[in-house]
């Protein structure tokens, strides 16, 4: 809840910040009206940047992959106790 809160406040300081633009005419008004596709474009930015990050950093677990690939291999083996071709090893 407290994110969703923190989103919400966000937009709203965006969208005062916006308005306040609009009325005051410090940016001429042909600029304001693409603010909120800039900020989206660079919303968009921000999030594939913290995917690739994410990505990047993603860590590598030996042992789990170990026990994925018994688990793939129990799977085989029960698949083909039941009569199901599952390709070779």
Partial sequence: ???V???FSL????????????QASII???HTWLLPIYFIVSLGCYGLLMVGVGLMQFPTCPQEALL???DIAEAKDF???KG????SD
């Fill in 5 to 7: 809160l923190k989103l």
């Fill in 79 to 81: 698949l083909k106790q």
């Fill in 1 to 3: 809840m407290k994110h």
């Fill in 28 to 30: 001429p008004q042909s």
């Fill in 68 to 70: 994925l690939q018994k």
């Fill in 84 to 87: 199901v071709d599952v390709g």
């Fill in 11 to 22: 937009l709203v300081v965006i969208s005062a910040l916006w308005i306040g633009l609009l």
